[in-house]
């Protein structure tokens, strides 16, 4: 009988940044860059990926009068 040990470490970092185009003083349209680096190793596995996302959403602040 043999034992696997799984037993590993990782490491991940992220970064988003972007902008915001105001179409008035309540809505905008939010444009941005997503950057993902993941490294994870193992007895077992090693994996290393990378991703690059573009993202838009919009913007909605409500205001007290």
């Known amino acids: 009988m043999s ?3 799984n037993d590993g ?3 991940f970092f992220d970064f988003k940044g972007g902008g915001v185009l ?3 003083q309540s809505v905008g349209l939010e444009l941005f860059l997503n950057y993902i680096l ?3 190793k ?3 596995s090693n994996s290393n990926t ?3 996302s573009i993202g ?3 913007q909605i ?3 007290k009068k």
Request: aromatic letters at 16%; a neutral charge; hydrophobic letters at 30%.
């Open 3 to 5: 034992k696997t040990n």
């Open 9 to 11: 470490y990782g490491s």
């Open 22 to 24: 105001f179409f008035n």
């Open 38 to 40: 993941s490294n994870s």
């Open 42 to 44: 193992s007895s077992i």
């Open 50 to 52: 990378n991703s690059l």
């Open 56 to 58: 838009i959403g919009f």
């Open 61 to 63: 602040h409500l205001e």
